[in-house]
């Protein structure tokens, strides 16, 4: 342990104590580095034996805990990398900071140079998938660049209908009213939340429907983890939802979520290919935005990746941030050759000899 300036830094492993670490109240963090989260994540995707640690930074007087990135050691194409606890369902990362910590530029550099020289052995610092909020919070933000995923997220200020007319594209607007009195005339349509044990079986159903319709990209033991690991998060009922559009019972489209203070985050959605002529993912997103204003909620965040019909809704987008620090020469050298990544892969497609590169790839990637 370090002192500087009136703070104290320390980076803790001991894995009986991180868990009550991260459970800090008072602290300033996203629902993916909530005490919920973090409790499945490590009963659930935490391997035996793999590493893990908080870097920690309290106050000298008192101890009281002010930053915390937890972070875990991986090998990645021969390289070790510290990262946030992820795994594949994380989507956006931070530091667990308290609103107590305000420390000017000079001083965090200087925290930030002790903390980190204070790792444990690695190649790559690699903190991934920030949002803008959180890097401010965290007082990284001028370290910080630009990340190649964004975020889209739509703000409930006003009832639902002003929403709807507002951001909605409106060719989209009307499928969606046409759509809905179609199924209505077939029965009663509803839609609501579930959590708990309760949630469980429509959770099964929606899982079965993303694997059926993502089996060509998918990973087999990687679905299989992020399963088991949205099944307890469901089963413990406090934090994430599921989102289900019946039909006279019968489930047409279901979505995950997370519920926490103004904000619902939508992890997943999936439907009944059944009733795909009535566009039921869509009507279950509408369904559930609606659902949202109806709670009082402030924010509809539709997270991660670009998928088209997020632009339907009307959400904003921006772009996330992230921290790549080398910690070792083979750390430097890898952010080199990824740096340069884009730059090979435009002048192979200038040469027109990017696609037979790829196929070449494949070619020997299928032979072994």
């Known amino acids: 342990m370090s002192g500087l300036s009136g703070y104290e830094i320390a ?56 930053f915390l990135l937890p972070l875990v050691r991986e090998r990645c194409y021969g390289v070790t990398v510290l990262t ?4 594949g369902v994380s989507d956006y990362h931070a530091a667990l900071v308290s609103p107590e910590f305000t420390p000017d530029r000079e001083t965090m550099d200087r925290l930030w140079g002790a903390l980190v020289a204070m790792l444990p052995s690695a190649d790559i610092l ?14 990284l933000d001028h370290l910080m660049r630009p990340s190649r ?3 889209h997220a739509l703000p409930i200020d006003a009832d639902f209908q002003a929403v709807r007319e507002c951001r909605f594209d409106p060719s989209t607007g009307r499928r969606l009213v046409k759509n809905r009195r179609k199924l209505e005339h077939k029965g009663s349509l509803v839609f609501d939340f579930v959590t708990g044990p309760e949630a469980l079986p429509e959770l099964e159903t929606l899982l079965d429907w993303r694997r059926q319709r ?8 990687d679905t299989d983890i992020q399963s088991t690991f949205y099944r307890r998060l469901v089963e413990k009922g406090s934090l994430a939802r599921i989102g289900r559009l019946r039909l006279d019972g019968e489930l047409l489209g279901g979505c995950l979520g997370l519920i926490e203070g103004n904000r619902i985050l939508l992890l997943a959605v999936a439907y009944n290919k059944t009733f795909a002529n009535w566009a039921p993912g869509l009507l279950t997103l509408e369904s559930c935005l609606a659902a949202a204003a109806e709670m009082g909620l402030g924010v509809f965040d539709l997270t991660i990746g670009d998928e088209t019909y997020k632009t339907f809704f009307g959400a904003d987008s921006y772009t996330l941030l992230e921290l790549r620090q080398p910690l070792s020469l083979r750390g430097r050298l890898a952010l080199a050759l990824l740096a340069l990544k884009p730059r090979i892969k435009l002048i192979l497609e200038k040469a027109g000899l990017f696609d037979r590169v790829q196929r070449l790839r494949g070619k020997t990637q299928a032979k072994s």
């Open 11 to 66: 980076v803790l492993s001991d894995p009986a104590v991180i868990p009550t670490l991260l459970a800090t109240p008072g602290l300033e963090r996203t629902p993916f580095q909530s005490p919920a989260w973090f409790d499945t994540w490590f009963a659930v995707l935490q391997p035996s034996g793999m590493d893990c640690c908080v870097g920690v930074i309290r106050k000298a007087e008192g101890g009281q805990p002010l």
């Open 149 to 151: 995923y964004s975020a």
């Open 214 to 221: 993502f089996q060509d990209v998918n990973d087999d033991k």
């Open 126 to 139: 690699s903190i991934e998938r920030v949002l803008p909020e959180s890097a401010a919070r965290m007082h």
């Open 84 to 87: 946030l606890p992820d795994g």
